[in-house]
Antibody, heavy 116, light 108 residues
Framework: EVQLVESGGGLVQPGRSLKLSCAAS????????MAWVRQAPKKGLEWVAT????????YYPDSVKGRFTISRDNAKSSLYLQMNSLKSEDTATYYC?????????WGQGVMVTVSS | DIQMTQSPPSLSASLGDKVTITCQAS??????IAWYQQKPGKAPRLLIR???TLESGTPSRFSGSGSGRDYSFSISNVESEDIASYYC??????????FGAGTKLELK
C-alpha cells in the first residue's frame, strides 16, 4: 500500500523559513517523480514544486520560484520542501504527491500558517 | 501555461440525479486530463485519468469524456457519498500541471 506522510508544518512568522518532509512507503521511491501541491483555506489546488527521480531537475511556478526548494533523499524514501521568505499567501495545507504525470497518490497534508 | 476553465463552480443535485462538470483547456491537451474528488478535511482522491480511465476503486457511476480542448466529468445516480468538491487537472504540458478551479457538489 502506497503511503505518503507529511510532517513539519506549523505557525511561522512572515519572512521566516520552514522545512516540510514527506516519508514515502509502499513503492520504489527512486523510480518516481514527486511533487508538492498546496491548498489555501477554502481555495483550490495549486501545484508548488516537482522533482525528477534523481533530483537533478526541479520545477516551480513563479509564485514560489526563488523562495522554495524541493529535494529528495532516495536512500531514505523522503521528499522535502524548504520554504524561505514565507508570505501570508503561503498559508495553506501542503500535500506531498507521487507525480505520475497526474498526481496519483497523496499524503494527508500538513498545515502551514504564516502569520505574525 | 495552459489554463483550465472549470464549470460550474457549484452544483446542487438530488440523490439519483445525473450531474456533469466541464473543463475547457486553453489549448489542446491530447486527452491528458484527470479528475479528483475532495471531501472536507481530506486529501484529493484520483478518480479518472487520461480522460476516461477509471482508477481502481472508482465506482462505475463516474465517467469522463472529451478530446482536444473540451472535457466533461459525470456522475450518474448521485449518491450521498458523492457530496464533495471535484477538480480537473491537465497534465499534457508539464510542468506546470494546472488544476481547474473546482466544483462543489451539494445536495438539493
Amino acid at each position: 500500500e502506497v503511503q505518503l506522510v507529511e510532517s513539519g508544518g506549523g505557525l511561522v512568522q512572515p519572512g521566516r523559513s520552514l522545512k516540510l518532509s514527506c516519508a514515502a512507503s509502499g513503492f520504489t521511491f527512486s523510480n518516481y517523480y514527486m511533487a508538492w501541491v498546496r491548498q489555501a483555506p477554502k481555495k483550490g489546488l495549486e501545484w508548488v514544486a516537482t522533482i525528477s527521480t534523481s533530483g537533478s531537475r526541479t520545477y516551480y511556478p513563479d509564485s514560489v520560484k526563488g523562495r522554495f526548494t524541493i529535494s529528495r533523499d532516495n536512500a531514505k524514501s523522503s521528499l522535502y520542501l524548504q520554504m524561505n521568505s514565507l508570505k501570508s499567501e503561503d498559508t495553506a495545507t501542503y500535500y506531498c504527491a507521487r507525480h505520475d504525470g497526474y498526481y496519483h497518490y497523496w499524503g494527508q497534508g500538513v498545515m502551514v500558517t504564516v502569520s505574525s | 501555461d495552459i489554463q483550465m476553465t472549470q464549470s460550474p463552480p457549484s452544483l446542487s443535485a438530488s440523490l439519483g440525479d445525473k450531474v456533469t462538470i466541464t473543463c475547457q483547456a486553453s489549448q489542446n491537451i491530447n486527452k491528458y486530463i484527470a479528475w479528483y474528488q475532495q471531501k472536507p478535511g481530506k486529501a484529493p482522491r484520483l478518480l479518472i485519468r487520461y480522460t476516461s480511465t477509471l482508477e481502481s476503486g472508482t465506482p462505475s457511476r463516474f465517467s469522463g469524456s472529451g478530446s482536444g480542448r473540451d472535457y466533461s466529468f459525470s456522475i450518474s445516480n448521485v449518491e450521498s457519498e458523492d457530496i464533495a468538491s471535484y477538480y480537473c487537472l491537465q497534465y499534457d504540458n508539464l510542468p506546470p500541471n494546472t488544476f481547474g478551479a473546482g466544483t462543489k457538489l451539494e445536495l438539493k
